[in-house]
């Protein structure tokens, strides 16, 4: 009997996974309008991880700010600031070249306020900190909205 209610139930979900996977698909492509910029690999890669390395501050941010350390929140704010475009176009010039303006404006401004949201994270102010911080994570929704990095072919 036990058996018999196992193959109940697995043809059961079997039949409502297949019926989800072709009702539930959707139906229309969703075109990706976003303006492609075209680098080599290990230039994607070299922007690409600098993405990663804002948003591993970000995380750290929060976690400093959530655990009462605002001295390692202030310190992940302003490596993530200017200080870091320095670093980056001190080894990689050629890649600002070919960088859109609007991109590379968007991406000093977001380096600005990170520095901008270090400064903040000096008053502890929470609300003032969280309002820095939901401020900058908008210019990280709009760059993602707008662009998409490819690899030249």
Known sequence: MNRNWMRAFLFFYFFVFSACFFVCKPKTKIEDRRVVIFLTKEERE?????MRELLRSVHM???GISMGDYDLAYLYAKSSGMEM???LSAVEKTLLLKLPGDFKKLGFETHKQFDELAEVIKSRENQKIMNNLANLLSRCVSCHDTYSIQAEK
């Open 46 to 50: 070299l922007v690409l991880r600098e």
């Open 61 to 63: 941010i929060i976690y």
């Open 85 to 87: 475009v320095n670093k």
